[in-house]
């Protein structure tokens, strides 16, 4: 009885500690509502500190070509000064209950994927691999493994394998959406296309 009591004892604070290593690992929660579902976001690192991290929503007027329109178009940026360097850092973008399929539709700089459901498109942008690379690397000593975008299971994640301390660190995601058919193609693809610098300013940096 004493044996399984401590046993029971170990595998609690196992489970304590493993929630505790959790809660300090996610820094942030924010939320975007779309008009099918709600998105959610939130920094993650490996036992490191993101107390200097933040993240800001704001609304976008894109600029699109002529004719085009959208009706919303949001951003939300992450802003990091780390006092220490970050390893295995995540920036996800996850929709809390939607089973629409993505269909993916990056191009030069772009990864995008959009979700169609209730006659209603919703768009997501944020820089390719090789735009994060070039921008967080921009004397080219990178690799796609330790900078990357990718899709799994209807959830973006921008990774970050290592990051230096005391160096300024930004992400952002861009959503745009329209009701189906757009009135002109590609509207919500040509929204979410924005450079990362235009998003710093629309956020104050």
Excluded at 118 to 130: C, F, R
Excluded at 143 to 158: D, H, K, L, Q
């Amino acid at each position: 009885m004493i044996d399984s009591w401590i046993s029971g004892v170990k595998i609690g604070l196992i489970i304590l500690f493993a929630l505790k290593k959790m809660a300090q690992s996610i820094h942030f929660f924010e939320k975007i509502e779309t008009p099918i579902g709600s998105l959610s976001f939130s920094a993650r690192a490996e036992e490191d500190d993101l107390s200097n991290c933040n993240v800001t929503i704001r609304r976008l007027e894109p600029g699109i070509p002529k004719g085009m329109n959208v009706e919303k178009c949001m951003t939300i940026l992450l802003h990091c000064l780390p006092t220490k360097a970050l390893n295995n850092f995540t920036f996800p973008c996850v929709w809390d209950n939607l089973q629409a399929v993505n269909q993916r539709n990056s191009g030069e700089a772009l990864d995008a994927w959009g979700w169609e459901s209730n006659g209603i498109l919703v768009m997501i942008g944020t820089e390719d691999s090789d735009c994060l690379n070039s921008r967080l690397n921009p004397n080219n000593e990178y690799s796609t493994v330790n900078y990357s975008v990718r899709m799994i299971n209807n959830i973006i994640i921008i990774q970050i394998d290592n990051f230096e301390e005391d160096k300024v660190l930004s992400l952002h995601y861009v959503i745009a959406w329209n009701s189906l058919p757009e009135l002109s193609d590609c509207s919500c693809w040509y929204a979410v296309d924005v450079p990362h610098e235009k998003i710093l300013r629309l956020h104050n940096y």
